[in-house]
């Protein structure tokens, strides 16, 4: 079976502070896709990242940073300097190669306080 | 990126009526198209897949005459709420798969509401 695990349901920071939101996955696929999304109040998805089960290799994008291993199922963001605008719910997700169909985590909620 | 349209962005119906939600791939063509659901403060669970030109694929627990898809074009697929009641009021969104695409993309979502 495929699971994803945001065990933080929600963090509070204050701005400027860094931030990790934790992701744990479980599938028996050797071929599959990782993912963070992004949900403002709006409720659009806003894509941040994907990474395939054979790069582990660690990427950072301006404040934004992701540590994906293997040896322990996890794929963890890390914001940097958080911002109020990071604000949001944040979603980690897994497909596997051939069916698509997004399993996602139960999110974390992530408040940015001034 | 592959751009994934849903109309409408938010929708109040009265209870006992029908809705219908569009999803559409503006600049590719979407073999396979998935709806799913979020409840407030939950999150997006999938609800069916649907491959153009077939029936839709529901997952265990959702109702397939309560929830109509169609995916009559490679560019489109619909959901019908039906006699849609209180409970049916939900986040939807729906995410589209083209043939050379590796991820599917999703659309900005639809907030129902049934008074």
């Known amino acids: 079976a495929q699971k994803v695990t945001q065990a933080q349901t929600e963090i509070s920071v204050v701005e400027k502070e860094d931030v990790t939101l934790d992701c744990v996955y479980e599938?028996?696929?050797?071929?599959?896709?990782l993912f963070w999304y992004k949900q403002p109040p709006s409720g659009e998805l806003v894509f941040l990242i994907r990474?395939?089960?054979?790069?582990?290799q660690n990427e950072i994008s301006g404040r934004y940073s992701w540590n994906f291993q293997k040896s322990t199922s996890s794929f963890n963001f890390t914001i940097t300097a958080s911002q109020v605008v990071d604000s949001a719910v944040y979603f980690c997700?897994?497909?596997?190669?051939?069916?698509?169909?997004?399993?996602f985590g139960t999110g974390t909620r992530l408040k940015v306080l001034a | 990126g592959a751009v994934v349209s849903q109309h409408p962005s938010w929708v109040i119906c009265k209870s006992g009526t029908s809705v219908k939600i569009e999803c559409r791939s503006l600049?590719?063509?979407?073999?396979?198209m998935f709806w799913y659901r979020q409840f407030p403060k939950q999150s997006l669970m999938l609800m069916a897949t649907s491959n153009e030109g077939s029936k839709a694929t529901y997952e265990q627990g959702v109702e397939k005459d309560k929830f109509l898809i169609n995916h009559a074009s490679l560019t489109l697929s619909t959901l019908t709420v039906t006699s849609a009641h209180p409970e049916d009021s939900s986040f939807y969104i729906c995410s589209a798969l083209g043939r050379t695409l590796t991820e599917a993309f999703f659309g900005q979502g639809t907030r129902l509401t049934v008074v």
């Open positions: 990474r395939n089960s054979f790069d582990e």
């Open positions: 599938t028996r696929d050797t071929t599959y896709y």
């Open positions: 997700a897994l497909i596997s190669s051939g069916t698509y169909k997004y399993i």
């Open positions: 600049d590719f063509q979407a073999t396979t």
